[in-house]
């Protein structure tokens, strides 16, 4: 059974950065895309990031593009998000999540089959 456990979330301003972990557990991480996803209070889960098995290739949200950045190190089975320039509007539970069978990047919700509990981020204005 997959595991996947995020860390790194907090309360910070309008223009800081926060980096998030996931380390995951269970699976053939290195065989896997895993992405970012989240929840703003209120509303519905969204996209926000993924990388293939190998790191190489990514996929964003076009509301994060230029400000995040999706990487991994499978040595260490653990998968990062690099949120810089964050706005308040990015306050959510980010959870990350793996899509089973799948290599490459995908947004789509529904490909993600095992999540983690989620880590909360606060932005402040």
């Known amino acids: 059974q997959a595991q996947l456990v995020e860390s790194g979330g907090g309360l910070v301003q309008a223009g800081g950065s926060l980096r998030l972990s996931c380390a995951a557990s269970?699976?053939?991480?290195?065989?896997?895309?895993m992405g970012w996803l989240r929840q703003p209070p209120g509303k519905e889960r969204e996209f926000v990031a993924a990388?293939?098995?190998?790191?190489?290739?990514?996929y964003y949200a076009d509301s994060v593009k230029g400000r995040f950045t999706i990487s991994r190190d499978n040595a260490k089975n653990t998968l990062y998000l690099q949120m810089d320039s964050l706005k308040p509007e990015d306050t959510a539970v980010y959870h990350c999540?793996?899509?089973?069978?799948?290599?490459?990047?995908?947004?789509?919700?529904?490909?993600?089959?095992?999540w983690g509990q989620g880590t909360q981020v606060t932005v402040s204005s």
């Open positions: 990388v293939n098995w190998s790191g190489r290739s990514t």
């Open positions: 269970g699976l053939t991480f290195s065989r896997n895309a």
């Open positions: 999540a793996t899509p089973r069978g799948i290599t490459m990047p995908t947004s789509d919700l529904r490909d993600y089959d095992y």
